[in-house]
């Protein structure tokens, strides 16, 4: 089976850390996230990929060649300009190899999900549907378009987000496509599959199934879930084909953390990176080259690729950029974001609680 990933995208919630690296390119569980969805696909039967990239487009190649290491035939075709998520699934077309009828995976770029991807391929086939997406359900939908479907499971509508709801299920960001339904897409335009492509089958009286599986899910679109994911997948919450052994802890090869320094909660340390005594790193995800100074404690943040945390500091629920070096004794707070390359002094910021 072959399969589309949307990889396009800018991930403009997630900056800092993605005005260096592509979102699905940021690294989870010691590997960029991109590989757990294709080691996922491939683990469900597909062996032929094509990424739809746009944001950063050069960096996937650089770093996935031609997917034979992990036992995949990559393509990727690369928009001018942005052609957004129905728009990239056009534009990539021309690559497949499928037959009109046959069914295409079609990945969000940035979903973490643990669902089970031949049940909705086996679905999509016994309903001869035109598309079958996975759909989970949430406890508050009030933030999501809702999908909801009548008894046999044909979606119904797709519902603009809503301070009251009509359905609890949401578009999870994968689906099965019939192969002619993505050649019928217009080409060379901005087009949605979400506000677009699913409303007009419908309205042309298309089969659209809902498939709802309410296996682990995760869309790793802010810090705070892209830190989740990571931390999950370390220590087994989500069980990923490539993640070898599930742990407290993730460390790369060449990583030093020194003897009484703690590194637990699903936190992983990227290579070259220096834990120094007595830090605590803590559900958190350490890049490259970074280094965390003695005492300092790094709870559920990142530190971006070589940068530098002084002695001292408490980091909960922070982001701090490539490069950015941040002097001993600050305290940074649920939400701050420091950008790359910023140097930060020596007890500059505190919590605000400490005023
Ligand atoms: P935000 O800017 O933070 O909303 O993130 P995003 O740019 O990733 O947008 P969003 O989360 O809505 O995108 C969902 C998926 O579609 C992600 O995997 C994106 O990479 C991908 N995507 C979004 N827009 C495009 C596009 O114009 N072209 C392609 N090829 N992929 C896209």
Redesign the pocket.
Known sequence: MEAIV?????????RPLTIGT???MLPAAGVPFLTHQLARARAAGVDHVVL????RAEVFAAHFGDGSSLGLRLDYVT?RE????G??IR?VADRLESAPGDPVLIL???ILSGHDIVAQVAAHRAARAAVTLHLVRVADARAFGSVPTDAEGRVTAFVEKSPEPVSDQVNA?CYVFSREVIDAIPAGR?VSVERETFPELLQSGRLIVGHVDDAYWLDV?NPAAYIKASADLVRGVIASPAVDLPGEAWLADGTEVVADAQVCGGASIGPGALVQAGARVDGSIVMTGAGIGADSHIVRSVVGRNAQIGAGCVLVDAVVGDGARIGAGNELAAGARIWPGITVPDVAIRFSSDI
């Open positions: 949307l990889v396009g995208g800018q991930g403009t919630r997630l592509p979102k699905p739809a990239t746009s944001y928009e942005a052609l957004g998520t728009g990239g534009n969000n770029g940035d960001g901005v679109g």
